[in-house]
């Protein structure tokens, strides 16, 4: 009698324990547009959810150059410019004319990546491009160039009232290291698309790019600090370098234990997503590992449950968004099964998703899109767990 007591007993531990699990397991509720206007490219956005359940996304607009008979758009166009969204019902609706965060006024502006800091205040890292006319791109040879556009470098702006204002743009400082300057011909400053990470301590890290040989170029990753919420910066350390292998596009997380996690972008790897990981605050990264599949860039959040939500693009026929969910100290990234988010996407040009949970206890992926190879345009999954539907 015992020992089938004992055996019923295991029975519903069994039981109760599949039940929770699949509970907690992440579902698809659907597909939404955020933005969309055929007389634009919009595209790289990032998002924050509001302590008033407000919920920002902000994104790169450019005109759509097909209207003018250009041959298409691209990533590097003089009239790029920052501006954001926003929605008060959990993604039901947004706001249909977009706010303006900054036009740079030496060149385009690409990639606004938010993070908002336990304040309420939103730091905003951006870069840019100058368009120069003639011959005078050629006379640049010693920094990064893309056709006749030069690299203006990183810089930052802040808002304290929930993105109805910024300040700034301020600059931060070269990564020691880096060989190249910008438009100016002056050392380029840090930058880099990616979210930043509020440590436990108030420290705000930043995962920048940099180059330490331009021909052939090499760009590793480094660890930028800030004590003061984004105003002035501070270098730390490598984060990830290679002869062989590009690291770039970077995304920071803590982990539950402490851990700073960087989740970064990888060129000359066929796509390879590679992780690196701090134990000591940011002191020093261990050797970087292969994650053991493809997409980029990536961006993480923490679910109800613990664990991290980690999304990425994947531009790879089918093209679309994809996921996996990791334990909280992310050491099953190799493992962990990868969740089709999208895969009816037109071209490989899309992605750059962003995760935020909302205030319906959802959870928000932003990311640009196109469908048929048309027009660019903001969009969004919106995830939720078993027990919230």
Not at 21 to 50: G, H, N, T
Not at 167 to 188: D, L, Q, Y
Not at 215 to 235: C, F, N
Not at 301 to 324: N, Q, S
Request: hydrophobic share 35%; with cysteine.
């Amino acid at each position: 009698m015992m020992r089938n007591s004992v055996l019923l007993g295991l029975v519903l531990v069994m039981v109760l324990q599949s039940a929770l699990a699949r509970a907690q397991e992440l579902v698809k509720d659907k597909d939404i547009v955020i933005y969309k206007d055929d007389r634009f490219f919009s595209a790289f956005p990032s998002a924050v959810l509001r302590k008033d359940g407000e919920l920002i996304v902000a994104f790169r607009r450019a005109p759509e150059r097909r209207i003018f008979g250009e041959e298409g758009s691209n990533h590097t166009d003089p009239n790029s410019h920052l501006v954001l969204v926003r929605s008060k019902d959990n993604g039901a609706t947004w706001t249909t004319e977009p706010e303006l965060i900054l036009a740079h006024p030496f060149g385009g502006s690409q990639d606004p990546c938010m993070t908002q800091l336990r304040d309420g205040t939103i730091v905003c890292s951006s870069y840019g491009w100058a368009l120069l006319r003639g011959d005078a791109a050629s006379k640049y040879p010693e920094t990064l160039r893309h056709g006749d556009f030069v690299f203006l470098g990183g810089y930052i702006v802040r808002s304290t009232d929930g993105g109805q204002s910024w300040k700034g743009p301020i600059i931060p400082p070269p990564v020691p290291v880096s060989v190249t300057t910008n438009v100016f011909k002056e050392p380029c400053p840090a930058y880099n698309r990616g979210a930043m990470c509020e440590s436990r301590d108030g420290t705000l890290y930043w995962a920048v790019a940099s180059q330490s040989q331009v021909q052939p170029r090499i760009t590793g990753v480094h660890l930028m600090a800030s004590k003061d919420g984004g105003l002035t910066w501070e270098y730390r350390c490598p984060i990830a370098r290679d002869e062989k292998i590009t690291f770039n596009e970077t995304s920071l997380y803590e982990t539950k234990a402490g851990d700073l996690i960087a989740f970064m972008r990888t060129a000359d790897f066929n796509d390879h997503t590679a992780v690196a990981r701090s134990k000591d605050g940011g002191k020093t990264f261990e050797p970087w590992k292969d994650a053991g599949f493809q997409g980029h860039p990536h961006c993480a959040t923490t679910l109800a449950d613990g664990r991290v939500l980690l999304v990425y693009g994947y531009r790879h026929e089918p093209f679309g968004i994809r996921a996996r969910v990791l334990d909280a100290e992310c050491t099953n990234f190799d493992t962990a099964r990868e969740m089709v988010l999208r895969d009816d996407g037109g071209s490989g040009d899309l992605g750059y998703p962003w995760v935020t949970p909302m205030a319906d206890g959802k959870y928000l992926v932003a990311y640009y899109f196109n469908q048929d190879n048309t027009i660019r345009f903001i969009a969004g999954t919106v995830l939720s767990t078993a027990e919230g539907k």
